[in-house]
T-cell receptor, first 115, second 111 residues
Framework: NAGVMQNPRHLVRRRGQEARLRCSPM?????VYWYRQLPEEGLKFMVY????????ESGMPKERFSAEFPKEGPSILRIQQVVRGDSAAYFC?????????????FGEGSRLTVL | GQQLNQSPQSMFIQEGEDVSMNCTSS?????WLWYKQDPGEGPVLLIA?????ELTSNGRLTAQFGITRKDSFLNISASIPSDVGIYFC???????????FGSGTRLSIRP
């Protein structure tokens, strides 16, 4: 009974490269959230997706960042032309419910380091 | 935008002491939640609150949803070493689909 699976756990990129972070929600969950956490800080909301739909992307930077959750396969958070300020832990969470109960199940995170 | 203010930012306590932390906002939330994050891991849900005034316990943890719907507190009784970690409050509202997190309270236990 696997939980939320994120990969890679650690990713190192040079400035200007692309980073792709993947998230497989818990079985039966169709709602996915992405959060960013800087060292010693809280979780900043980025985007909320349901299968094939972006519901709320108000926390996503307007440029270089994109997210998708296709009908088949994991959710992907893509960061193009990474900069040092993108270095952070990116957490994915999933939820089974239609209502916004806030009961989220988190993965272990993907830690991006930009050199 | 919506923001949650958590206090204290950090706490150092003796094993066996009770702990209290709180979360406030200028916005109304319909749901208050408390999560705990251990080093190198993702947050884990501790308690969820859905009604103003609601008081809920989970073992040694007790949390309350403030009457004004703008605040919540979390108490931990008789702390033990495994309570060490970062505690986050989170809020959800019907007007927004996202769940907002506070900046966290870092709990450490004095040896």
């Amino acid at each position: 009974n696997a939980g939320v699976m994120q990969n890679p756990r650690h990713l190192v990129r040079r400035r200007g490269q692309e980073a792709r972070l993947r998230c497989s929600p818990m079985k039966g969950h169709s709602h996915v959230y992405w959060y960013r956490q800087l060292p010693e800080e809280g979780l900043k909301f980025m985007v909320y997706l349901q299968k094939e739909n972006i519901i709320d992307e108000s926390g996503m930077p307007k440029e270089r960042f994109s997210a998708e959750f296709p009908k088949e396969g994991p959710s992907i958070l893509r960061i193009q032309q990474v900069v040092r300020g993108d270095s952070a832990a990116y957490f994915c969470a999933s939820s089974p419910r239609q209502e916004n109960t806030g009961e989220l199940f988190f993965g272990e995170g993907s830690r991006l380091t930009v050199l | 935008g919506q923001q949650l203010n958590q206090s204290p930012q950090s706490m150092f306590i003796q094993e066996g002491e009770d702990v209290s932390m709180n979360c406030t906002s200028s916005s109304i939330f319909n749901t208050w939640l408390w999560y705990k994050q251990d080093p190198g891991e993702g947050p884990v849900l501790l308690i969820a609150l859905y009604k103003a005034g609601e008081l809920t316990s989970n073992g040694r943890l007790t949390a309350q949803f403030g009457i004004t719907r703008k605040d919540s507190f979390l108490n931990i009784s008789a702390s033990i070493p495994s309570d060490v970690g970062i505690y986050f409050c989170a809020g959800g509202s019907s007007s927004a689909s996202k769940i907002i997190f506070g900046s966290g309270t870092r709990l450490s236990i004095r040896p």
